[in-house]
């Protein structure tokens, strides 16, 4: 089987997607921030002196859909038709959950623009409520669902 990636001389290349029918693309995405029951709550509270952890992780998750090309070698730059990132503090972790779909009509997947919205997420979450807990863990970012 012939990979995609990979020019017949054995060079990573980005794939031709010259040839493909334009399709509705959904990708959703997950992960959560693990941390502790005093940082949880200063979340909750939105007492972290950096301000409104879970709205800033949204917005940070959003831009970083919109930039996955810049950041990830190889992907197709896309102009992405929705990418939706929620963020929800989960009390049984505790921490916050982030989830992010994106949305495109193109030749090529999402998954890649869903999964750099929730990295971005989570690593925000834990840039804000670093001073509060620096055990924090970043865990279980994983594509949940795609298709076309």
């Known amino acids: 089987m012939a990979l995609s990636h990979v020019d017949p ?3 990573a290349r980005m794939v031709d997607v010259s040839e493909k029918s334009a399709t509705a ?3 959703t995405a997950e992960g959560t ?3 502790s029951a005093e940082a949880f709550a200063a979340i909750r509270d939105n007492t972290v002196a950096k301000g409104d952890v879970l709205a800033v992780a949204r917005i940070a998750g959003t831009m970083a859909a ?3 090309a810049e950041l990830i070698p190889l992907c197709h730059p896309l102009a992405l038709d929705a990418i939706g990132v929620e ?3 989960i009390e049984g972790l505790p921490g916050v959950k ?3 779909t994106a949305k495109i009509v193109a030749r090529t997947g999402v998954e890649m623009e869903a999964l750099t919205a929730v990295s971005v997420a989570c690593l925000t979450v834990y840039d804000m409520a670093k001073a ?3 055990a924090m863990v970043i865990e279980g970012i994983r594509l949940v ?3 076309k």
């Open 9 to 11: 001389s054995g060079q």
């Open 25 to 27: 693309r959904t990708a």
């Open 33 to 35: 921030v693990r941390m």
């Open 66 to 68: 919109k930039r996955t």
């Open 87 to 89: 963020a929800v503090l």
């Open 98 to 100: 982030i989830t992010a």
């Open 132 to 134: 509060l807990d620096r």
């Open 145 to 147: 669902s795609k298709s």
